[in-house]
């Protein structure tokens, strides 16, 4: 976004402001700061609430409760609304951890984001946390560059328990062509169609290999080592706005784990444009070292 953009989307949030205000808002319940200073997809949650917006997985289907515990929602910390406060997804790595999209988080401060965990359901309150510290892996610039990896750290742990569940990372960096994943997520089922408010999940996301992501017709050359496609070359099925920072996962002799982060892509579900993920084996390493300690941790 450039400086321009930036000043005229002040601009608007401004009388945006003034006109939630006048209908009601309470000055108290709009932070000005954290609207226009936030990542992207934080802003957008934001902008969407000012206009009295409804607040995307393409092609999925409703999750039953439980079903994948360790899916959280990141919601906007002043919006009071679950349903309306969601704008990013996240994975429990422990009960004071969260993993999560480095663009979902970047620009925003701890006390603007609470992680609700629990549910599968955004009308139907969870367990909800305080973040105490945002953590965006060092050398990271945008999602489309690489690195679009993040954790935070809750000031209170999680109960861990049925509905409430860490994921193990997944070890091998490679996936075999037939692999196939599971991708979940808060949002509509078409694009351009109704939200909804039930979590919804993708199963049996074919692996699309590096080179065949990166032909002309799809990412041209766009994508890295630490990323992993996944989905139709056909499209209709997709992760989307909304998702981004949630899980992909796959599953193994010894359960469920964690191998990518929603990340990017061009369009929802589009022929040929497969979801792109961070591939989370790349760094494995690198999360064990910040949940272990700060002094062993390269941030941002």
């Known amino acids: 976004m450039s400086r321009g953009q930036r000043s005229w989307r002040r601009a608007g949030w401004s009388l945006l402001v003034a006109a939630a205000l006048s209908c009601g808002a309470t000055a108290q319940s709009i932070d000005e700061k954290a609207a226009m200073n936030g990542s992207e997809d934080y802003q957008r949650a934001v902008e969407a609430w000012l206009r009295g917006l409804e607040p995307k997985v393409i092609g999925g289907k409703p999750a039953t409760a439980g079903q994948f515990p360790w899916q959280v929602s990141l919601d906007v910390s002043w919006i009071s609304d679950l349903y309306r406060a969601h704008f990013c997804g996240g994975s429990i790595y422990a009960d004071e951890w969260i993993v999560t999209a480095a663009h979902c988080v970047v620009g925003t401060r701890p006390q603007d984001i609470v992680v609700t965990a629990g549910t599968t359901d955004l009308t139907t309150a969870g367990v909800r946390r305080n973040v105490k510290e945002i953590v965006v892996i060092?050398?990271?610039?945008?999602?489309?560059?690489?690195?679009?990896?993040?954790?935070?750290?809750?000031?209170?742990?999680?109960?861990?328990?049925?509905?409430?569940?860490?994921?193990?990372?997944?070890?091998?960096?490679?996936?075999?062509?037939?692999?196939?994943?599971?991708?979940?997520?808060?949002?509509?089922?078409?694009?351009?169609?109704?939200?909804?408010?039930?979590?919804?999940?993708?199963?049996?996301?074919?692996?699309?290999?590096?080179?065949?992501?990166?032909?002309?017709?799809?990412?041209?050359?766009?994508?890295?080592?630490?990323?992993?496609?996944?989905?139709?070359?056909?499209?209709?099925?997709?992760?989307?706005?909304?998702d981004s920072g949630g899980?992909?996962?796959?599953?193994?002799?010894?359960?469920?784990?964690?191998?990518?982060?929603?990340?990017?892509?061009?369009?929802?579900?589009?022929?040929?444009?497969?979801?792109?993920?961070?591939?989370?084996?790349?760094?494995?390493?690198?999360?064990?070292?910040?949940?272990?300690?700060?002094?062993?941790c390269e941030r941002r």
């Open 138 to 242: 060092k050398g990271y610039v945008g999602a489309r560059k690489g690195k679009d990896i993040a954790l935070l750290r809750l000031f209170e742990k999680l109960p861990l328990g049925p509905q409430i569940q860490a994921i193990p990372l997944v070890e091998a960096e490679g996936f075999e062509d037939a692999t196939r994943f599971t991708v979940t997520g808060w949002g509509a089922t078409s694009q351009g169609g109704r939200p909804v408010r039930q979590l919804q999940f993708l199963e049996n996301l074919p692996h699309v290999p590096l080179l065949q992501c990166n032909r002309p017709l799809s990412y041209d050359g766009a994508i890295k080592p630490d990323m992993v496609c996944a989905g139709f070359a056909q499209g209709g099925v997709d992760s989307c706005q909304g």
């Open 247 to 296: 899980p992909l996962t796959v599953h193994t002799e010894q359960g469920e784990r964690l191998a990518g982060i929603v990340s990017w892509g061009e369009g929802c579900g589009q022929p040929l444009k497969y979801g792109v993920y961070t591939r989370v084996a790349k760094y494995a390493d690198w999360i064990r070292a910040c949940v272990a300690s700060s002094l062993t």
